[in-house]
């Protein structure tokens, strides 16, 4: 195909690049612009760098990016638009990419693997994704595999699959975006080895809207799920209506959820599960859940957490699928097994506020106001428990019990804030609190 002319050019942009508020039928009447593209991009790298876009709408197929590049859309707004199936924009193993102020359209064709995204990159450790759109993907939005950089400012929406997708990430910031109408999660941060260090910063994002399409007790459904990732913070996110979890982080090494806002979950709102390590939540809004936080699963590795500062409230038993096993501690503020610091945190309402469940090694639950549970704090009971300390809480208006024991899944009769109640169970201190 011959270089075109400028005239040409100036062609695609009055005529492939229909306007942007121009009819349906423009946009299905562009020609396919995919070579002419491409062949920019590669005259683009040879030049310098960079390519702008003009204002308006080009169907694409797919591109490929060979080089490192900065792609800029126009003021007026560029897209690009999928005339098929699977990723519209590929790169892989190049130092650098930059795309700007560009809307990528997949147009909603199921991609043969939904695995794969729209915008699909690999080895790219200076990545920067700014102001763009990514929309009505087949797969995921974007799908990165071991890249590096920022992503920011962008809204990802009408996805199949998860929203935004790492995998052994060199460290992203991933903020200010917004991601909704997702089918299976939001942002997932995942590392192909537990406690391996990943560095994002996931903050300042609105999730909203996550569906669970491809089913199961978990892995999908969630605003942020993270697997395995090392030193990774969720902070100051607004996160609504996702049909399981806010936050949850299995396996996830020194990972901290801190001043989310978030309401609105089929399940727990959040969790660090089978073989987290060091988890931290502090500081989050949590409302209209089926439980609050949980620190589970020490059998499977779960130990060392701190929850600290949280208000939780709203809590109502939900069931997000028909095969969702019946052990949730539904309506649970705070859940903890083993090494957890559980402090100033406000639990209303629900069955109870905190529970020191499972084998109950080295749970302290201090300074926290629990209000008009059922159950102020639950301690497991047993051969193999370890020590725990429930002490200087405010516990108001518990239904049942301020303080009670627990023996397997029984709740044992008495209030053992009672003045000497505690005194049979060893290994356990409760001192200081006040009972109204």
């Known amino acids: 195909m011959t270089r075109p002319t400028r005239r040409e050019i100036l062609g695609f942009g009055a005529g492939a690049f229909a306007a942007l508020g121009g009819a349906a039928r423009a946009n299905a009447a562009a020609p396919d612009g995919t070579e002419w593209l491409q062949r920019r991009l590669r005259e683009a ?13 080009l169907r694409i197929r797919s591109l490929f990016i060979e080089d490192k590049i900065t792609i800029i859309g126009a ?7 999928a005339s098929g199936a699977g990723p519209l924009l590929r790169a892989v193993n190049i130092p650098a990419l930059t795309l700007e102020n560009v809307s990528f359209d997949g147009g909603g064709a199921r991609f043969a693997d939904r695995r794969q995204g729209l ?16 929309r009505r993907s087949g797969g995921r939005g974007i799908n990165l595999l071991r890249c ?13 699959d998860a929203g935004y997708f790492s995998l052994d990430g060199l460290g992203v910031d991933i903020d200010n975006n917004k991601l909704r109408r997702c089918g299976d999660n939001g942002v997932q941060v995942w590392t192909t080895s537990a406690g391996r260090y990943e560095g994002s910063r996931i903050r300042n994002n609105e999730i909203v809207d996550i569906r669970n399409l491809s089913g199961g007790d978990g892995a999908y459904g969630n605003g942020v799920s993270i697997w395995g990732s090392g030193f ?6 607004v996160i609504r209506r996702c049909a399981y979890t806010a936050v949850r982080n299995n396996a996830g090494h020194d990972v901290e959820v801190v001043g989310n806002d978030c309401a609105g979950f089929g399940e727990r709102a959040m969790y660090a599960e089978f073989g987290a390590k060091r988890a931290s939540f502090r500081d989050n809004k949590i409302d209209d859940a089926g439980a609050g936080i949980a620190l589970a699963n020490a059998e499977r590795g779960t130990d060392i957490g701190f929850v600290i500062g949280n208000r939780i409230t709203g809590l109502h038993e939900t069931h997000p699928d028909d095969e969702f096993g019946p052990i949730m501690s539904w309506l649970t503020g705070i859940e903890a097994e083993s090494n957890v610091e559980i402090a100033g945190n406000i639990v209303v309402g629900g069955w109870m506020g905190v529970r020191c469940g499972g084998y109950r090694q080295n749970i302290r639950v201090e300074g926290n106001e629990l209000v008009d549970n059922d159950y102020g704090v639950t301690f497991q009971i047993g051969e193999g428990v370890g020590p725990a300390v429930i002490a200087r809480n405010k516990i108001i208006g518990a ?10 899944q029984d709740i044992l009769p008495g209030d053992v804030a009672r003045p000497g109640a505690a005194a049979k169970y060893p290994r356990l201190t409760i001192e200081g609190n006040e009972v109204g």
């Open 232 to 237: 990774v913070r969720v902070e100051k996110n």
């Open 119 to 134: 915008l699909d990159l690999t080895d790219i450790p200076k990545l920067a994704v700014h102001g763009c759109t990514i």
């Open 75 to 81: 003021a007026g707004g560029s897209v690009l638009q």
């Open 148 to 160: 590096g950089g920022r992503f920011a400012q962008n809204i990802v929406e009408d996805v199949r």
């Open 399 to 408: 239904k049942k019990a301020a303080i009670a024991a627990i023996a397997g």
């Open 45 to 57: 790298a040879r030049a310098g760098g960079a390519l702008r876009l003009p204002a308006g709408v």
